[in-house]
């Protein structure tokens, strides 16, 4: 016997059945990612939104330039490789590949604002944690044009409004990361300030000091917590003071809760001024984080373009269905009428049942196993069904046949001919 090939560690699949992540994990389905996605779709449209999507693979330039050469992603976690004498890389993130876009194809010179989500798999070697995989999904927006705190504003309450559709708890976290301006003096100080701590510091920390030294003050470490909690205070120029005070009265105006941290750094280097992240408040443990994202006013000017502002955020769908599976909660197309037919003479006419009620919008399964109506039966309940019918040699005979709510068990007699007329009735009579 041949051994089996298993996935990728990092990795995992998503089925229509139930499969285990964690001991202490639920069932995660597919269904539980319809939930989360459709939510998404139905929403982001409404202010707006249109859906772009991008290749897998890019440069790896661009999230050199893009992301920053001393961020985790780059130095470690992204995997590359070289194709015929390009190196290239499957996308980490999406926001570099969308401004590449941007940029590639002028579209600055067809519309003065831009706004575009998307939905796709990302990858990044890193160690494998409940909620997080080396190929993940994201979905996000991204909005190019604006300078202003309106569209910063807009997001956040979109993305408040998502996440509460989907019944997940949590608590929006805001921060203003400064600009050009008033972030050299805050990251001078800051070194200076670690540097007197070095010793206090983990050892990828102690390598942070002088590369990337404001992500020390997001690292998990209870010794680095320490030492983040008595390091200097960003002081806002005037103007990033009035978009920050901005934002939140507009915030505040459209009843969106928020909490102020000024430990919320994010992890990429072209963040500048508003920062946002939603923060489970429950059933995600150490990886709490759902959802990120922030203003990247440099970011065009970086990868080619003009002096374009854009702000965005992305959301982890892994971790998402994680919570919604949790609560019991998810979004499954299930047969209206499972079909099972007897013999091949009466397979025949359930597939040409089923193919009426089909073109008329509803599922229907039929049944390809001969076994008896019993069976039949439990194969039904099993996936959902909410009418059975059981097709014989005297239901192909008479042109009649008992359609069984599986529910509450009722039968209704019907015709074979008048099948789809009289189930879009029972359906209206009990939706």
Same mark, same amino acid.
């Given at each position: 016997?041949?051994?089996?090939?298993?996935?990728? &560690?990092?990795?995992?699949?998503?089925?229509?059945?139930?499969?285990?992540?964690?001991?202490?994990?639920?069932?995660?389905?597919?269904?539980?990612?319809?939930?989360? +996605?459709?939510?998404?779709?139905?929403?982001?449209?409404?202010?707006?939104?249109?859906?772009?999507?991008?290749?897998?693979?890019?440069?790896?330039?661009?999230?050199?330039?893009?992301?920053?050469?001393?961020?985790?992603?780059?130095? &470690?976690?992204?995997?590359?490789?070289?194709?015929?004498?390009?190196?290239?890389?499957?996308?980490?993130?999406?926001?570099?590949?969308?401004?590449? !876009?941007?940029? +590639?194809?002028?579209?600055?010179?067809?519309?003065?604002?831009? /706004?575009?989500?998307?939905?796709?798999?990302?990858?990044?070697? +890193?160690?494998?944690?409940?909620?997080?995989?080396?190929?993940?999904?994201?979905?996000?927006?991204?909005?190019?044009?604006?300078?202003?705190?309106?569209?910063?504003?807009?997001?956040?309450?979109?993305?408040?409004?998502?996440?509460?559709?989907?019944?997940?708890?949590?608590?929006?976290?805001?921060?203003?990361?400064?600009?050009?301006?008033?972030?050299?003096?805050?990251?001078?100080?800051?070194?200076?300030?670690?540097?007197?701590?070095?010793?206090?510091?983990?050892?990828?920390?102690?390598?942070?000091?002088?590369?990337?030294?404001?992500?020390?003050?997001?690292? &998990?470490?209870?010794?680095?917590?320490?030492?983040?909690?008595?390091?200097?205070?960003?002081?806002?120029?005037?103007?990033?003071?009035?978009?920050?005070?901005?934002?939140?009265?507009?915030?505040?105006?459209? /009843?969106?809760?928020?909490?102020?941290?000024?430990?919320?750094?994010?992890?990429?280097?072209?963040?500048?001024?508003?920062?946002?992240? !939603?923060?489970?408040?429950?059933?995600?443990?150490?990886?709490?984080?759902?959802?990120?994202?922030?203003?990247?006013?440099?970011?065009?000017?970086?990868?080619?373009?003009?002096?374009?502002?854009?702000?965005?955020?992305? !959301?982890?769908?892994?971790?998402?269905?994680?919570?919604? !599976?949790?609560?019991? /909660?998810?979004?499954?197309?299930?047969?209206?009428?499972?079909?099972?037919?007897?013999?091949?003479?009466?397979?025949?006419?359930?597939?040409?049942?089923?193919?009426?009620?089909?073109?008329?919008?509803?599922?229907?399964?039929?049944?390809?196993?001969?076994?008896?109506?019993?069976?039949?039966?439990?194969?039904?309940?099993?996936?959902?069904?909410?009418?059975?019918?059981?097709?014989?040699?005297?239901?192909?005979?008479?042109?009649?046949?008992?359609?069984?709510?599986?529910?509450?068990?009722?039968?209704?007699?019907?015709?074979?001919?008048?099948?789809?007329?009289?189930?879009?009735?029972?359906?209206?009579?009990?939706?």
């Amino acid at each position: 016997m041949s051994q089996k090939i298993r996935g990728v &560690k990092g990795t995992r699949d998503v089925l229509p059945t139930e499969t285990y992540v964690k001991d202490d994990d639920p069932w995660v389905r597919i269904a539980h990612y319809h939930l989360v +996605e459709q939510a998404a779709r139905d929403l982001f449209p409404l202010y707006g939104y249109r859906e772009a999507r991008t290749p897998v693979l890019e440069r790896t330039e661009l999230f050199v330039r893009g992301i920053g050469e001393v961020t985790d992603i780059v130095g &470690k976690e992204m995997y590359t490789f070289d194709d015929h004498g390009d190196r290239v890389s499957m996308r980490p993130e999406n926001t570099a590949s969308l401004v590449r !876009a941007y940029v +590639e194809h002028n579209v600055s010179q067809l519309e003065p604002d831009t /706004k575009w989500w998307y939905l796709g798999p990302m990858f990044r070697r +890193e160690r494998q944690q409940r909620g997080r995989y080396r190929q993940f999904t994201q979905i996000g927006i991204e909005a190019f044009g604006s300078a202003g705190p309106r569209v910063d504003a807009e997001q956040i309450e979109l993305l408040d409004r998502w996440l509460r559709a989907l019944g997940i708890p949590f608590e929006m976290h805001l921060n203003s990361l400064g600009d050009a301006n008033c972030r050299p003096p805050y990251r001078a100080a800051l070194q200076a300030y670690l540097r007197a701590r070095v010793d206090d510091l983990c050892e990828e920390c102690k390598k942070r000091i002088e590369t990337n030294p404001i992500r020390v003050l997001d690292c &998990k470490n209870p010794k680095c917590q320490e030492v983040a909690a008595g390091a200097p205070k960003l002081v806002l120029c005037d103007p990033c003071k009035a978009h920050f005070d901005g934002l939140q009265s507009i915030l505040t105006a459209l /009843k969106v809760s928020f909490v102020l941290d000024a430990k919320l750094v994010r992890g990429l280097d072209y963040y500048t001024r508003t920062a946002y992240e !939603a923060i489970a408040t429950e059933g995600l443990g150490a990886q709490s984080t759902v959802a990120g994202g922030g203003r990247y006013d440099g970011l065009v000017r970086e990868l080619g373009g003009g002096d374009v502002p854009g702000i965005g955020f992305a !959301a982890g769908v892994e971790r998402l269905a994680l919570i919604v !599976a949790q609560q019991g /909660k998810e979004r499954a197309v299930r047969p209206v009428l499972f079909i099972a037919p007897l013999g091949d003479a009466e397979a025949a006419r359930a597939d040409q049942l089923a193919q009426q009620l089909r073109a008329a919008g509803l599922a229907a399964e039929v049944s390809f196993r001969k076994s008896n109506p019993g069976n039949q039966l439990k194969r039904a309940d099993a996936l959902g069904a909410r009418f059975a019918l059981v097709l014989g040699d005297l239901e192909l005979q008479t042109d009649r046949a008992r359609l069984k709510e599986l529910k509450t068990g009722a039968q209704h007699e019907v015709s074979l001919a008048g099948l789809l007329p009289a189930l879009q009735k029972l359906l209206e009579e009990s939706p």
